[in-house]
């Protein structure tokens, strides 16, 4: 993808993903909601709010004018929280330009709608879906930032456009494969920060390997379960943006949505989480709800969902958890 690609949202990822874009020699303008953080990018190098301490590459600019950010641009980079990506684009959608590839990566499912954010996306820019692509797979945001060998993965029903894409972020320490399962993709990172949540709970439970090797394992069933209802190939959750993803976020502090779910398990109410969170985003806390029911319309059992849900916004004691799973009805593993 030869020109100029465009990252809307300066927080962690969307700093890293820029950083990625410049590093593989690619023209990349990063657009901050906040205009002192554009600046601050301008005058230090630096993201000091989301990324400190990491050196942004020269090429890379930022501004906090869209006008001027998605002038021009041959793809567009949505870098904002999932609940807040229809307003944010539905303000931007005049300004997009023509043809360019829309890319989410964002990892949620939108309350009230139930839609993935290229479902969205497609709603908002009224673009065909193969327009657009979502990027998803272990993609700590900071181990990135500085470096640290990883892979992800670019999902499009245009291969071209995701090869172009592919090639525009690939470096020596970023590897990006490329599939066509847009769905699988989505559903892999969103339900992934629900299982994180748990896992973070059970760990703030003083619970160990055995239970979080568990969470994992039947909570990437219980995702297949719901990507199998929604057309998703299977293989997708067998690969970085279902298995490699939920393993990353199960079992790294470094995320937002296993740490939240720690501090609940540590006795923390939900407003000392989110508190502690501080202006970043844990996506699960609201997904788990928006989840449970685009399961629960699909006719899809998903129980862990279900107690992270009750546990985040019914009240229910974060201590019957363990009993609440372990205790259903005995069944088959598959
Ligand atoms: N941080 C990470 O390691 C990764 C994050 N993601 C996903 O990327 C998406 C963005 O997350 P992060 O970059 O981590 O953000 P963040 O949590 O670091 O920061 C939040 C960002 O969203 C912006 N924001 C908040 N409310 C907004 C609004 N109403 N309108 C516009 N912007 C708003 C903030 O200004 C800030 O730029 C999320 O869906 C997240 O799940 C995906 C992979 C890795
Ligand atoms: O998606 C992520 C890593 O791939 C980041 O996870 P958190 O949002 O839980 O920090």
Known sequence: MAGKITVMGAGSWGTAFAKVLADAG??????????????GITETGQNRDYLPGVALPAPLTSTSDPRLALDGADAVVLAVPSQTLRNNLTAWRALLPRGATLV???????????????????????????QVAVVSGPNLAKEIAEE????????????????????ACTTGYFRPYTITDVVGCELG??????????????????????????????GLAETSRLGAALGADPMTFAGLAGLGDLVASCSSPLSRNRTFGARLGRGETMAQAQAAVGGQVAEGVKSCSSIRELAMRHGVEMPITE??????????????????????KTRPER
């Open 189 to 218: 990172g969103a339900c992934k920060n629900v299982i994180a949540l748990s896992c973070g709970m059970a760990d703030g439970l003083g619970f160990g390997a055995n239970t979080l090797a568990t969470l994992m394992t039947r």
């Open 307 to 328: 107690v992270v849900h009750r546990v985040c916004h019914d009240g229910f004691d974060l201590t019957e958890m363990a009993g609440q799973l372990i205790g259903r």
């Open 26 to 39: 690619t023209e990349v303008v990063l657009w901050a909601r906040r205009r002192d953080v554009s600046e």
């Open 148 to 167: 640290q060998p990883t892979a992800t993965v670019i999902a499009c029903r245009d291969h071209d456009r995701a090869v172009a894409l592919q090639q």
């Open 104 to 130: 989410s990566l964002a990892k949620g499912v939108e309350l009230g709608t139930l839609k993935r954010m290229s479902e969205v996306v497609v709603d908002v820019a009224c673009v065909p879906d193969d």
